[in-house]
C-alpha cells in the first residue's frame, strides 16, 4: 500500500477530482480530454444545429426520428422526467447483440446555453450571474450535457457516420477542437489514455 500511495503521490493528476461537470459521463470525458467542452460541428468544424426532428439512419430497420436538443422542462404527467432529455431510444445503442431494430427516437443532450430563450437555459444563467460566473457559452453553439457515445471508434474509423445497426446515432460527431492529446503529440510527450471504445 505504501508504494501505490507514492506513485500517486508523485504521478497522479487531479487525484482528488470528481467530475468537470454537472452532467453525463461522456460531458465529463470531453471535458477530461480538452479541458473545455466541445459543441456540435459539422464535417468542417463549424458549429451546426444538432438534429432535431430529423429522420436519422434513413433506409436501415433503425430508422427514425431524433430531437437531440435538450429540453429539461417537465414532462406532463411526472415528476421527475423531461420533455427531451438523455441518449435516446430504440437502435442499438452500441450494445452487444442481439441488435434491436426499433426505430431510434429521443436523444436530447444539447443545448444552446447562451440563448436564455432555449429551454432550461435561463434559470441556469440567471443562477450562475447571481454567483459571479461567466457561463463562457458561444451564440449558436449547442454544447453536449450528457452521455453520447465517442467520435471515433478505437480503430480510427468515424463513428458519427457509421449505420452499422451495432451503432447508434447518439454519437459525437468529429471535432476539430484540440485536445490534451493533440498538445501532448505536438511535443512529442508520449501519453495514454483508457476508456471506454
Same mark, same amino acid.
Given at each position: #500500500?505504501?508504494? /501505490?500511495?507514492?506513485?500517486?503521490?508523485? &504521478?497522479? #493528476?487531479?487525484?482528488? $477530482?470528481?467530475?468537470?461537470?454537472?452532467?453525463?459521463?461522456?460531458?465529463?470525458?470531453? #471535458? $477530461?480530454?480538452?479541458? @473545455? #467542452?466541445?459543441? /456540435?460541428?459539422?464535417?468542417? !468544424?463549424?458549429?451546426?444545429?444538432?438534429?432535431?426532428g430529423?429522420?436519422? /439512419?434513413?433506409?436501415?430497420?433503425?430508422?427514425?426520428?431524433?430531437?437531440?436538443?435538450? %429540453?429539461? %422542462?417537465p414532462?406532463?404527467?411526472?415528476?421527475?422526467?423531461?420533455?427531451? @432529455?438523455?441518449? !435516446?431510444?430504440?437502435?442499438? !445503442?452500441?450494445?452487444?447483440?442481439?441488435?434491436?431494430?426499433?426505430?431510434?427516437?429521443?436523444?436530447?443532450?444539447?443545448?444552446d446555453? =447562451? @440563448?436564455p430563450?432555449?429551454?432550461?437555459?435561463?434559470?441556469?444563467?440567471?443562477y450562475?450571474? %447571481?454567483? *459571479?460566473?461567466?457561463?463562457?457559452?458561444?451564440?449558436?453553439?449547442?454544447?453536449l450535457?450528457?452521455?453520447?457515445?465517442?467520435?471515433?471508434?478505437?480503430?480510427?474509423?468515424?463513428? &458519427?457516420?457509421d449505420?452499422?445497426?451495432?451503432? +447508434?446515432?447518439? +454519437?459525437?460527431?468529429?471535432?476539430? *477542437?484540440? =485536445?490534451?492529446? @493533440?498538445?501532448?503529440?505536438? *511535443?512529442?510527450?508520449?501519453?495514454?489514455?483508457?476508456?471506454d471504445?
Open positions: #500500500m505504501p508504494y /501505490f500511495t507514492s506513485l500517486a503521490q508523485k &504521478y497522479a #493528476m487531479s487525484d482528488n $477530482f470528481h467530475q468537470s461537470v454537472n452532467g453525463g459521463t461522456g460531458a465529463n470525458h470531453i #471535458m $477530461f480530454g480538452h479541458a @473545455d #467542452m466541445i459543441y /456540435f460541428s459539422d464535417t468542417y !468544424g463549424n458549429a451546426a444545429v444538432p438534429p432535431n430529423t429522420q436519422v /439512419f434513413g433506409g436501415t430497420p433503425d430508422a427514425g426520428i431524433v430531437h437531440q436538443i435538450e %429540453n429539461p %422542462n414532462a406532463p404527467g411526472t415528476n421527475n422526467w423531461y420533455t427531451e @432529455d438523455g441518449y !435516446g431510444a430504440g437502435g442499438n !445503442g452500441g450494445f452487444a447483440p442481439p441488435y434491436q431494430t426499433n426505430p431510434v427516437s429521443g436523444g436530447g443532450s444539447y443545448s446555453c =447562451s @440563448d430563450g432555449q429551454p432550461g437555459v435561463k434559470p441556469i444563467l440567471d450562475l450571474k %447571481n454567483i *459571479r460566473i461567466h457561463p463562457n457559452c458561444e451564440p449558436g453553439h449547442y454544447y450535457l450528457n452521455n453520447y457515445n465517442p467520435g471515433y471508434f478505437g480503430n480510427g474509423k468515424n463513428a &458519427y457516420t449505420t452499422n445497426p451495432s451503432n +447508434t446515432p447518439f +454519437t459525437i460527431p468529429p471535432s476539430t *477542437r484540440k =485536445s490534451i492529446g @493533440d498538445s501532448l503529440n505536438e *511535443r512529442n510527450i508520449s501519453w495514454k489514455y483508457y476508456g471504445q
